[in-house]
């Protein structure tokens, strides 16, 4: 069974208050399951370039049904 990684960036969440967040999850037939993958920043623009340039992933709009500290997701 194959899987999609995606990454939600996360702004102040308890764990890391104060931060930026993106938190790995692996994506399957069964749902969203997260690892323990994560990148802690103190900018959101400096993560976002991570995603981007670095990771060369794209950026998705958060979704309505998100939870509320979910800023967007890259895949």
């Avoid at 960036?9 to 994560?38: C, H, L, Q, W």
């Avoid at 670095?54 to 967007?72: G, K, S, Y």
Wanted: proline fraction near 7%.
């Amino acid at each position: 069974m194959t899987s999609l990684a995606m990454w939600a960036v996360y702004d102040n969440p308890k764990d890391y208050p104060g931060k930026f967040v993106a938190r790995r999850f692996e994506v399957d037939a069964t749902g969203p399951k997260p690892t323990a993958s994560i990148i802690v920043m103190d900018d959101l623009d400096a993560l976002r370039d991570v995603l981007c340039y670095e990771m060369h992933l794209t950026c998705l709009c958060r979704n309505a049904e998100d939870e509320p500290q979910i800023v967007e997701t890259w895949l």
